[in-house]
């Protein structure tokens, strides 16, 4: 019986978006029924290549601390490659990071 009475009324709710009674109670036709608009577009292509902008900073870095911290265990130098393997990851950081902007101007 409830579920009943719900259903209706749920019946009811769905139907005041395409009819209504007007003062002689008549039941018209809305002229122009409500249509969702999409706000937003979703460009999944620029989300991915966003969302992977963390990694065009970091990994340059990371590669030249570790390449320059192997070259300095098998040379037994005291962090001198490790150094030239920081700033050869910042200079590769750097790099990334122009494309990157010049990608965003461009667009």
């Given amino acids: 019986m409830i579920r009943r009475l719900i259903w209706k009324e749920f019946k009811y709710e769905n139907m005041k978006k395409y009819f209504y009674i007007d003062q ?29 902008i963390g990694y065009y900073l970091v990994v340059p870095i990371i590669l030249g601390i570790t390449s320059g911290l192997v070259i300095d265990y098998f040379l037994k ?9 920081l700033l050869m990851g910042l200079i590769g950081m750097a790099y990334n990071l122009q494309k990157v902007m010049l990608e965003l101007k461009n667009e």
């Fill in 77 to 85: 130098t005291d962090h001198f490659f490790s150094k030239i393997g």
């Fill in 24 to 52: 002689d109670f008549n039941l018209k036709i809305h002229s122009q029924t409500k249509q969702k608009k999409t706000i937003y577009s979703v460009d999944w292509l620029k989300i991915i290549k966003w969302s992977s």
